[in-house]
């Protein structure tokens, strides 16, 4: 399978959007909503699965595609920015909060690359976004069902997005890392990975770093961010008022006093 020959650009430093161009003929895909700005005679198709050939073809290869994405949390649909003029054209897209882009090319990384379910942000087409099943999990994690991750196969570019800093991490053979299940971002296919309970029941309530932990182990390549969404988004959420028209204050004594005093609590 031969993906698109893309090539592209990334602009900004904390809240990036990647510029690709397109040849005449050429195609890239990518997430529903991830679009930013396109130039004149690109134009856009909205697809079941990623569009690849590796699902089979008719219908029903196309619902398979379409089903892994329903899988990983992801929409049934993905989008075709095709350039169906004579000359070069430029489409953009944009990461949905702040963070980085990660440009990966695959034919580097041995064809295959494993992220978290929404990191994938877009990528040339002919690149195959799949589902990848991890059941070396402690007893009753996830109901027993694995740990659900995107797999992307291909020979082409691909672009991750990820929050805050992103730290790229090559292990040697044997080396091991614990990373918290949030920051992992993606790896490639030789790392061995699994899930592992903090341990200690104390830590695990008290100390606010989660119940488990990813551990990989080389040799391979990790990349791991400094701020998932779902922290950033928990830390919104505890900081937002909870009584509309009302605010709360810096510090949380205070805040919690005023509140006290106010008949809130």
């Not at 061995?192 to 830590?203: L, N, P, R």
Request: one cysteine or more.
């Amino acid at each position: 399978m031969n993906a698109h020959e893309i090539e592209y650009k990334l602009y900004g430093d904390d809240m990036q959007f990647v510029e690709i161009e397109l040849d005449p003929g050429e195609s890239t895909i990518a997430e529903a909503g991830a679009m930013m700005m396109m130039e004149d005679r690109i134009e856009m198709e909205t697809i079941f699965g990623d569009g690849s050939k590796r699902g089979g073809s008719g219908l029903f290869g196309k619902l398979m595609g379409a089903g892994k994405r329903v899988i990983t949390g992801e929409s049934l649909f993905m989008t075709v920015f095709t350039n169906e003029g004579n000359e070069k054209k430029h489409v953009s897209f944009a990461a949905p909060y702040p963070g980085k882009i990660i440009p990966i090319d695959l034919s580097d990384l041995d064809g295959k690359v494993i992220c978290q379910k929404d990191a994938f942000l877009c990528a040339a087409k002919g690149v195959s976004i799949g589902v990848e099943f991890q059941r070396k999990l402690g007893a009753g994690f996830f109901g027993g069902e694995g740990f659900i991750m995107q797999k992307l196969e291909g020979d082409g570019m691909a672009f991750l997005h990820a929050g805050g800093t992103i730290h790229r991490r090559e292990l040697q053979p044997g080396e091991m890392l614990r990373i918290d299940t949030g920051c992992l971002v993606a790896m490639t296919k030789e790392v061995d990975y699994d899930i592992e309970f903090v341990g200690k029941v104390k830590t695990a309530f008290f100390g606010g770093e989660g119940l488990f932990f990813a551990t990989v182990r080389g040799p391979g390549t990790v990349w791991v961010q400094s701020l998932p969404f779902s922290r950033l988004a928990d830390r919104i959420f505890a900081s937002a008022p909870q009584t509309p028209g009302k605010t709360t204050g810096e510090g949380s004594i205070l805040g919690g006093l005023g509140n006290f005093l106010d008949g809130d609590n």
